[in-house]
């Protein structure tokens, strides 16, 4: 652990953890400019800790990469409702800290601030919470940090009470890759929240990625990713509806990031994927907060007629990637003008071609990414055109089945895969 | 020589029991002959006022305070006149002597009670509280829940039931009654008149029964302790009133009155919390207490203890409290009694030396008159199975001979059994042993009081929490006009570094009052003070 870098805990830091000591409970919230939404959150947590954690050592870190709107002073002037402060006494002094991080500027080195700091004060459990988001509750800090605390889980993954047909990119992209290639059935591979134990924080200090680019914007897979990999006791947690102020994005900035991100993953990981066949599921612990949030209304006609117009400019930029069949199989759906689908096999194998493209640098990395967005789009408007008005339950069954389809075709990804060293 | 008449700010009070502090006559039951012959003692200690627990005639089915006869002795103990010069010798040693006042109830052996019972026209009937139904004042708590299912007990005799708020055999006085005051006053006046220094009220809050109110703390129990006080204060002078209500500081606060009512009261929430601070390592509950203590009459005082001859009570600490200390303090249910936990200092604390020690350096400095349990100056250990809290008041341990040398009697005629276990017993903890060395509790006890009465500052001074970031650090200010004491603690198992902010004190030189060590002069920087694993400084500050 390279707690004695100067860079990376303050002499200010320091001091005031030199007056915390230990704790039992760290929950560290990363920020920038987040003066509109970070007052809940504090107060969310500090109430989580009177209601959930009485007795516990605990810690608020707010770790601030340069915010120019008073968000520490927010996270500091933030107190508690008064009727929870009745109802509730709390045992303890409770200690709130906002520190800048240092070093590159980005999510991973916030990261690497709060876990460092849980680290150096061992802290039995960390939950880390995104600051965008104004739904969190303080069940979702308990749900976060219980199962760790008191069933010895190593890594919890939230589970969000959102509409099957709602986070496309996850159940598109991401979920099924994760699922394919390391075996593991994760709702929410790219959750900003997490809740951790010491034994994991510590692996994921061990390890060389700290300083890279990647880890600034690609953090949140890599650590379930790595949870995942590295054999540690992972589940479930059920949050609730998850509203941020800044939704996902389908466009090219977030498709390359987790285009990026997963290859990066993939070759992080590589000696434990290639041999898992098959997915089990995450243990669920912890009972169901708050009702499913409604469909999205989102036009997938309109993204399928993008599709089909962009695939004719695309064609130069994709054959280097895909194979002859893939690229056979997108120009048939673009050439249909009456209801052109995108079945779940051509999406497979097209996702996994451009793994191993974006792997092997065929091509400028964040060309590659840009080529994919289109087509992400295509299957996207398909999917919805399909199921936006179908059931939850029937849209569940096709997420499903599209899984599956992953973890079948995983041959078209290991077969092409070359560890990293061989390259 | 001129008697302070405030004398009680400045006490320190040791409390014990006549039946195991020292046999003087082989019944194995203690007395005051013995008690007298082991005045030195507590006379070297250090401390100058003793709290004696019941001595009365009782037919002792609540360990004396079931009093069958209110101007006497109990014969096993002793007489009269043994009590008399027992006073004389302490007095000689300048030790006041306080002894107890029950109010509250009496035994059911008590004449009076016997008399009332008798029939329902009988002049002493009105002395007690009784009703024909057992619906009247419905919803008043139950004290001791483990042994009593309501505060009405049928009387088949008279054939109505008797209010009582403690034990059933322990029926409550008629306060409403105004032969009954004027009774209670004759005791007292007995007492008094014997020099007697003043008397710990048991279970003041409960003189006076309203329907539809908690029957505690009622106003017109108020009027009942002026009556009293105020006939103390006609014929007496330097005379003491301690009350034993288990309340909240707020609620407390009114049994000092206007100066008219008690000269001290024992702050009870303050005691748990300071044993969830040591336990949590947090200064939080400590500090939360006594800053929600409200001011008192400059002629009062708070008595302040860790442990004595109940269990240590945890009904004014909140349900999350309450089970944190059960949890660690009572994890063995054979150590529960009523809402509390029937333990000595020592095992409370795992018999750890600096944790104890620790814990008497609080005691020592925080507001208030300190009361030591006897035993609890040696680390004396305690037996849980014994039943009631029997279990904190077996014999004191004097020596690792015969019975601890606190009776020649045959050891299974003993009052109580003596501690013997191998950690705690007689044959290792014990007076005479440590006092062979400097280092032993005993010794380390004594000085710890001989510093605190080298000033009056923890006595009549005001208090000053500072707040370091470091909430393991409990660190305070005494103050007593241009006197200064500054008290840093380290809650932690763990040694702790901390920063004070003492720049309103710049330019003086603490000076450490155990050692007299010199420290660095405060000056306009953070106080940087590192602190073992509960090791706690006490400093002088002086402007030299």
New interface residues.
């Given amino acids: 652990v390279t707690v004695s870098q100067p860079s990376l805990l303050s002499d200010d830091l320091v001091?005031?953890l030199?007056?915390?000591?230990q704790v039992d409970v760290l929950v560290g919230v990363p920020t920038l400019n987040h003066a509109s939404t970070i007052q809940p959150i504090v107060r969310a947590v500090s109430e989580a800790f009177v209601r959930y954690f009485?007795?516990e050592?605990t810690l608020l870190l707010n770790c601030d990469g340069g915010s120019t709107d008073d968000t520490p002073a927010m996270v500091r002037g933030a107190t508690a409702d008064a009727s929870t402060v009745t109802m509730?006494?709390?045992?303890?002094?409770e200690?709130r800290i906002t520190a800048p991080y240092h070093g590159l500027p980005g999510k991973g080195s916030a990261l690497r601030q709060i876990l460092t700091v849980a680290d150096l004060t061992q802290a039995k459990a960390v939950a880390v919470l995104d600051a965008d988001v104004t739904t969190l509750t303080p069940e979702w800090i308990a749900a976060l940090v219980r199962p760790v605390r008191s069933q010895h889980y190593d890594y919890v993954a939230p589970i969000y009470a959102r509409h099957p047909a709602d986070g496309l990119l996850v159940t598109q992209l991401v979920r099924p890759v994760v699922r394919a290639a390391y075996g593991f059935r994760v709702g929410e591979p790219l959750a900003a929240e997490f809740g951790c134990s010491a034994k994991f924080l510590g692996h994921c200090l061990e390890q060389d990625v700290w300083d890279s680019d990647w880890a600034q914007y690609g953090i949140d897979l890599w650590i379930t990713s790595t949870a995942l990999a590295g054999g540690f006791a992972c589940c479930q947690a059920p949050l609730g509806p998850r509203q941020a102020v800044t939704p996902d994005r389908p466009g090219f900035p977030e498709i390359f990031r987790q285009i990026v991100t997963a290859t990066w993953c993939l070759e992080q990981h590589t000696a434990f994927w290639v041999r898992r066949a098959g997915s089990e599921p995450l243990p669920v612990v912890g009972a169901p907060i708050g009702t499913m949030a409604e469909a999205p209304v989102q036009d997938g006609a309109r993204l399928l007629r993008s599709f089909c117009s962009d695939l004719r400019n695309l064609e130069d930029v994709l054959s280097p990637i895909v194979g002859p069949e893939t690229l056979q199989g997108l120009r048939a759906i673009a050439a249909r003008e009456d209801a052109p689908r995108f079945p779940d096999s051509l999406w497979v194998r097209t996702v996994y071609e451009f793994l191993i493209a974006h792997h092997r640098g065929v091509m400028r990395r964040e060309h590659i990414a840009q080529a994919l967005v289109p087509l992400y789009l295509g299957r996207v408007g398909s999917f919805l055109t399909e199921y936006g008005s179908a059931p939850p339950t029937e849209i569940d069954a096709a997420l499903e089945s599209l899984g599956l389809e992953f973890e079948r075709s995983k041959p078209l990804l290991t077969d092409h895969w070359v560890p990293t060293g061989e390259r | 020589m001129t008697i302070d008449p405030l004398w009680y700010k400045d006490a320190i009070i040791y409390q014990l029991h006549v039946k195991t502090f020292a046999d003087s006559d082989g019944d194995g039951i203690g007395d005051f002959k013995g008690l007298t012959g082991r005045l030195d003692y507590i006379r070297d200690l250090g401390v100058d006022c003793l709290w004696l627990l019941p001595m009365y005639p009782s037919p002792f089915r609540d360990d004396g305070y079931d009093i069958a006869d209110y101007c006497a002795i109990h014969p096993s103990y002793g007489t009269l006149e043994d009590f008399r010069e027992f006073l004389e010798a302490a007095h000689a040693r300048g030790l006041k002597v306080i002894t107890e006042l029950v109010l509250n109830h009496t035994s059911d052996q008590h004449q009076w009670f016997r008399e009332a019972r008798r029939s329902r026209d009988d002049p002493r009937r009105d002395w007690y509280v009784w009703s024909d139904t057992d619906d009247k004042y419905a919803g008043v708590r139950i004290i001791f829940v483990d042994t009593e299912r309501s505060n009405w007990t049928w009387d088949p005799v008279s054939r109505q039931y008797y209010w009582h708020r403690f034990f059933s055999h322990q029926p409550d006085l008629n306060y409403d009654n105004p032969a009954v005051r004027e009774e209670i006053w004759r005791v007292m006046e007995f007492w008094l008149n014997l020099g007697v220094d003043g008397f710990r009220v048991d279970a003041v809050p409960y003189l006076i029964e309203r329907e539809g109110t908690s029957c505690e703390n009622l106003p017109e129990t108020h009027d009942v302790l002026k009556f009293l006080r105020r006939r103390l204060n006609e014929s007496y002078s330097g005379r003491m009133l301690l009350a034993e209500a288990n309340q909240w500081p707020e609620e407390v606060r009114h049994y000092f009155g206007d100066a008219d009512e008690f000269h001290m009261a024992f702050h009870f929430p303050l005691m748990p919390r300071m044993f969830?601070a040591l336990r949590?390592?947090?200064?939080?509950?400590l500090v939360d207490i006594v800053e929600r203590t409200p001011p008192i009459p400059e002629s009062c005082q708070w008595g302040v203890f860790l442990r004595n001859h109940d269990e240590l009570t945890l009904e004014m600490v909140?349900d999350?409290?309450r089970d944190?200390m059960y949890d660690e303090y009572a994890s063995d249910p054979a150590a529960r009694i009523n809402v509390g936990i029937r333990r000595r200092l020592a095992p409370l604390l795992e018999g750890d030396r600096k944790r104890i020690e620790l814990m008497n350096g609080l005691l020592m400095s925080m507001p208030g008159s300190p009361v030591i349990y006897y035993g609890d100056e040696i680390g004396m250990g305690d037996n849980i199975y014994l039943g009631d809290r029997n279990g904190v008041r077996t014999p004191m341990q004097w020596n690792g001979g015969w019975n601890a040398g606190f009776s020649t009697a045959d050891p299974e005629r003993l009052a109580q059994p003596l501690i013997s276990n191998p950690l705690y017993g007689y044959q290792s903890v014990n007076v005479d042993a440590q006092r062979r060395f400097d280092h032993s509790l005993l010794s380390w006890m004594t000085r710890l009081i001989k510093v605190r009465r080298s000033t009056r500052v923890f006595s009549r001074g005001s208090i000053t929490f500072l707040y370091?970031?470091?909430?393991?650090v409990l660190a305070f200010l005494r103050t007593l006009d241009r006197e200064q004491v500054l008290v840093v603690c380290n809650l932690?198992g763990?040694a702790?570094?901390v920063?004070l902010d003492l720049r309103a004190l710049a330019g003086a030189l603490p000076i450490e009052m155990f050692g007299r060590s010199v420290f660095p002069r405060i000056g306009e920087l953070p106080y940087m003070l590192t602190l073992g694993p509960h090791h706690f400084f006490w400093f002088r500050l002086r402007r030299v």
């Fill in positions: 001091r005031a030199m007056a915390v000591g009485p007795r050592r509730h006494h709390r045992l303890r002094t200690h | 969830m949590l390592e947090d200064r939080k509950p909140t999350v409290e944190y370091p970031a470091n909430h393991r932690s763990t702790q570094a920063e």
